[in-house]
């Protein structure tokens, strides 16, 4: 099915045409720069600029893919998880958009969505062929850290763990903002850990104590390490030594690394399932995807990381989940569905 696909669940707009599995636009408009004074996403001018790019943004998919609305054989969105009112920008455009042309409506999950990119053809980043099920997959990026099964992506999704509080992201830009590094905290942090010791100091990783492991075996949580840097850099400030800079962003960036690999391959190797699948902006880490690739590698678990384009929030994983949906034979969702701010992981069609 021809697909168009809207994503506005972030401050990325993203509009994506796909047919089947095969990719034919994949256009983005970020507001980051917009929310970068204020050292993270502004949900209200994040709404706001969905509503000022998205006309522009679907007719440039349309000339990119060379086609026309009236060729299109569904409308699909974002219904959640994400921010409210940016949700709602895209939910509304995408059912004006069904209605005025008459074409089925389907309201996707964000999360599934991350994993239905990897099925458009493309050449993984990381990995070979098809993506094959069952896989583990690991999300990551400014407001997500969620572990996931995947057994079929239209109809077997089951949530493993996430965050109990920031976001892996999120975490890289707090801590970047703690070192007097601009927004968005990843890069930078990437940058400046390039001339650092990750072994320089040991940060905390967070719920891998046996009592913590019992309750929390796949979750996740990066506060306490936000703290801990804190405390770190404030102890040089109070001794008027520099802080270092390098060290920190090193360490901490092998802490979060470290954390979210052994999470991720604990659940390949207590399920039995052999592959893991990395998706989310926080991909883009250098040190994620090496130490990823090494420690698949040694623990006999087959990695896939689709092209950075796919991994970060777009419309094409939205038009490609939904053209899933469709070939599956599910009906269109009701054009009573709203945004929903907290849409469960299995909920894959609202
Ligand atoms: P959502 O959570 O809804 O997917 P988002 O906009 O927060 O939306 P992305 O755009 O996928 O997510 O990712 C942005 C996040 O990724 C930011 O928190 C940013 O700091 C982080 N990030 C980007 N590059 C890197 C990097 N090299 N290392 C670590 N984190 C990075
Ligand atoms: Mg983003
Ligand atoms: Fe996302």
Known sequence: ALVLGIETSCDETGIGIVRGTELLANVIASSMDEHARYG?????????AHLEALTPTIEEAL???GVRLADLDAVAVTSGPGLAGALMVGVGAAKALAVAT????????????HVGADLLNHEPLVGEGELELPTIALLVSGGHTSLLLVRD???????????????AGEAFDKVARLLGLPYPGGPEIDRAAAAGDPTAIRFPRGLTAPKDLERHRYDFS??????AVARHVEAAVAAGEPVPVADVAASFREAVVDVLLTKALAACRDLGVPRLLLGGGVVAN???REAAV?????????LRIPPLS?????GAMIASLAAQLIAAGHPPSSLGVGADSTLPVTEIQA
């Open 286 to 288: 250098r040190r994620l």
């Open 40 to 48: 993270g996403v502004v949900p209200e001018i994040a709404a706001r």
């Open 102 to 113: 008459g074409k089925p409506f389907y309201a996707v999950n964000h999360l599934v969505g």
């Open 222 to 227: 990066f506060s306490g390490l936000k703290t």
């Open 63 to 65: 000339r990119v893919a």
């Open 294 to 302: 090494e420690r698949c590698a040694d623990a006999g678990v087959a």
């Open 310 to 314: 796919l991994c970060t929030d777009n």
């Open 153 to 167: 992506l239209v109809s077997d999704v089951e949530l493993l763990g996430e965050t109990i509080d920031d976001a």
